[in-house]
């Protein structure tokens, strides 16, 4: 739970070249701006830029794994 509640601390996180380049070794292409959190929906999303939001919950569960551990460690 501590590793859930720091994430949502963190929130809004906003992205970099090289973050995006880490995802694309993981066929995460989208060119993410930031990733924040929907506390009514309980669910992560990250926002790109042309102002597209994508809920973690619609991915499979290896992106949202990516996702967690890679936000988790910043």
Do not use: W
């Not at 509640?5 to 930031?34: C, H, R």
């Amino acid at each position: 739970m501590k590793h859930i509640e720091g994430m949502i601390a963190k929130m809004p996180i906003t992205f970099d070249t090289n973050f995006k380049e880490a995802l694309k070794k993981f066929e995460i292409t989208d060119d993410i701006v930031s990733v924040d959190v929907d506390l009514e929906k309980c669910d992560f999303f990250y926002t790109t830029s042309d102002s597209k939001q994508t809920y973690m919950r619609t991915l499979g569960s290896g992106h949202q794994s990516i996702f967690n551990m890679m936000i988790g460690q910043l």
